[in-house]
């Protein structure tokens, strides 16, 4: 599978992982969905760590054998923990208090800050085409702040949107590390996935003096089975992610704008499941979004 097919598949897979996480918020607080999401996140890769070695070799073509990483390389992973810890609880925040066809909105403007930083940090080309589809795609994200506006929401003022922002921000920081940590420094794809993970259960540990009264396993198996779908949801999405942005001749700044397909997604099942208003303003900002997203493959 190509890097581009990958790209729009990881899109789908977090659009999923968005309405979930909207689903988890209505019950849960934010810090007990990073908590939990995160080390269910952990768990999820934990077993991958004691693989038997005759067994090595199919798990390591799959992608699912966490090569050992050294100290040294473990300490370069941290900053992508931290990232994306601090990240899901500005988004969170975010997600829980805003409709969330406009905080997915707002949060779709991250190909444009990662664009940015992979021209001036990583020396990445684009073509008038990708230029194009960049333009396009920056133009509907400005729509859905004007649509937002009629929702009694100012892009500029609420602090909500500026959460977002925020996390979006990191996001594409997280974006450009991810990719000088597995071109540049060739680390292992499982790896990287694999101890991060473990990195931001403990991370999320820290959490629990905030959380700990609030805290129950039971209902998570139950009416809050949102919260342990998300850990899954956001695996699968970063496994393909990562496999994109690995594949040789990838350009990470395609590949975000490729992921921006979720607001498709995340628009669909608002609009069945939530109270959405200004139906057909979005469906024009979103109808833009994607032509920018074929503008920007069609090179």
Not at 35 to 59: E, K
Not at 165 to 194: E, G, P, R
Request: hydrophobic content about 55%; some cysteine; overall charge positive.
């Amino acid at each position: 599978m190509t890097w581009i097919a990958l790209g729009l598949l990881a899109g789908l897979v977090l659009g999923t992982y968005d309405f979930l996480t909207k689903l988890a918020l209505k019950e849960k607080t934010v810090l007990e969905v990073v908590l939990w999401s995160s080390l269910l996140g952990a768990l999820i890769w934990l077993p991958f760590f004691f693989i038997p070695p005759a067994h090595a070799g199919a798990f390591r073509h799959a992608g699912l054998y966490p090569a050992p990483l050294t100290h040294a390389q473990q300490w370069v992973l941290l900053p992508k923990s931290l990232m994306m810890v601090a990240t899901w609880v500005l988004s969170y925040y975010s997600v829980k208090s805003l409709p969330l066809s406009i905080s997915a909105g707002v949060r779709a403007s991250g190909p444009l800050w990662t664009a940015m930083g992979a021209i001036l940090f990583l020396s990445e080309q684009l073509d008038w085409w990708q230029w194009l589809g960049l333009a396009v795609s920056m133009a509907s994200y400005y729509l859905f702040s004007l649509i937002g506006q009629k929702e009694g929401i100012s892009f500029k003022r609420n602090l909500w949107v500026l959460c977002m922002l925020a996390a979006t921000l990191l996001s594409s920081a997280n974006a450009l590390y991810d990719k000088h940590i597995l071109a540049t420094l060739q680390m292992d794809l499982a790896a990287v996935q694999a101890y991060s993970a473990l990195q931001r259960g403990g991370i999320a540990l820290l959490l629990l003096p905030w959380v700990f009264r609030g805290l129950e396993v039971r209902s998570l198996f139950s009416r809050n089975w949102a919260v342990p779908a998300i850990a899954f949801a956001y695996v699968l999405a970063e496994f393909i992610y990562l496999a994109a942005v690995q594949t040789d001749g990838a350009l990470i700044s395609v590949i975000s704008v490729l992921r921006r397909t979720n607001l498709v997604m995340v628009f669909s099942l608002s609009a069945i499941f939530f109270t959405e208003r200004f139906i057909r303003q979005k469906t024009i900002a979103i109808g833009g979004v994607l032509l920018g997203i074929v503008l920007t493959v069609a090179h």
